[in-house]
């Protein structure tokens, strides 16, 4: 089969590797129709996150169909269309009994290559992925739609874990993809004001179509100054923050009420400041949301109902023989550029 793969960090050779093989009785074979390029798989691009060891085929965002069931598949058959959850838990230690998947103590990662372990991703013409994270397409969902049901499902879970009450207040911190996804989560769950803040003027533009009430860019207007002038003085009662670097959490930090609660997605850098003082004073709750524990159905369901607007947030659709060329235009963060889907 044909594959994009990481050859060497910043560089991506579109050659010839092994197709995989159905091997275990509840193993799957997909023919993949559509893969996205996740801002994870770019960051590993050159190395800097430790978890893209090349030589790979990196990817975990993706739709296809089934080529060949195991012996021990029931829900099913050569033909279908699916989607499938990046991570490939157990289901059988403490936290997938819980339901906590994303927390699995065996979890694996599609396309991901660290010091525990190497999965080959979907940047290639076939994977192989056991049946239980596996999940049908619905109706007239297109498969560049459900390449993306990944980073949606994030999004839904992120907000599926936060505490938050009907017409309460939010803010989303950084509005690239993820970002995005939340604020149409939000806009589909809470009657609330959403406010959206980046430092990007067209992000932002997008965002408000996205069912963001403010939007305000930090590198031109205080935060606080746009939240008090809105009536939101005493600022917002749960903030999303999808970045991940310390300028960021501390602005997520400033706008969240007292007694509120911030929810952290992003994940940039791995180590960040905090505001202690400010944190425990005005004793707001802090939590993470770690990837997908169940909402691939919800997403879908969303999707299929137009309730989730995933179109526009592809910027491209592209051979995957021009995989590097793509790669390399995200990685200089080219401006307008969002989403990539790459068809085998």
């Known amino acids: 089969m044909k594959a994009l793969i990481l050859t060497e960090y910043n560089k991506m050779v579109y050659t010839d590797a092994e197709k995989p093989r159905v091997v275990g009785s509840r193993d799957l074979l997909i023919k993949i129709k559509a893969a996205a390029i996740c801002g994870s798989d770019v960051h590993g691009y050159d190395g800097s996150t ?23 598949v029931k829900d099913f058959k050569p033909g279908d269309r699916i989607t499938f959850d990046s991570t490939i838990y157990c289901g059988t230690c403490r936290f997938c009994r819980e339901g906590r998947v994303n927390l699995c103590d065996n979890r694996r990662v599609l396309g991901v290559s660290c010091d525990e372990y190497s999965r080959d991703g979907v940047f290639a013409e076939y994977v192989v992925i056991p049946d239980h994270i596996a999940y049908p397409i619905p109706g007239e969902t297109s498969f560049h739609q459900a390449a993306l049901t990944e980073p949606a499902a994030v999004a839904a879970h992120a ?7 009907l017409n309460e207040t939010t803010a989303v911190i950084g509005t690239g993809l993820i970002g ?23 992000r932002l533009e997008m965002a408000r179509k ?40 501390q602005t997520a930090v400033d706008m969240t009420r007292k007694g509120g609660a911030i929810t952290l997605v992003g994940n940039i850098q791995p180590q960040i400041q905090l505001p202690l003082q400010k944190i425990v004073t005005r004793e707001i709750r802090f939590s993470g949301s770690c990837a997908i524990a ?51």
């Open 50 to 72: 430790g978890r893209r060891i090349p030589p790979l085929i990196m990817g975990h965002e993706a739709s296809g169909v089934v080529e060949e069931a195991g012996s021990g």
């Open 159 to 165: 907000v599926r874990i936060s505490p938050m009450s």
């Open 180 to 202: 995005l996804l939340i604020i149409q989560v939000l806009h589909a769950v809470n009657s609330g004001v959403i406010v959206a803040v980046d430092t990007d003027d067209n």
């Open 210 to 249: 996205m069912g963001a009430d403010i939007i305000i860019n930090p590198s031109k207007h205080d935060p606080m100054t746009v939240l008090a002038e809105k009536g939101l003085a005493g600022g917002v009662d749960l903030t999303l923050e999808a970045v991940g670097t310390t300028p960021t959490i």
């Open 294 to 344: 169940g909402e691939y159905p919800l997403v879908l369901d969303m999707m299929a109902r137009n309730k989730l607007d995933v179109n526009s947030l592809i910027s491209a659709v592209a051979p995957l023989s021009e995989g590097d060329h793509w790669f390399k235009r995200l990685y200089a963060r080219e401006a307008g550029l969002l989403k990539v889907v790459l068809e085998p």
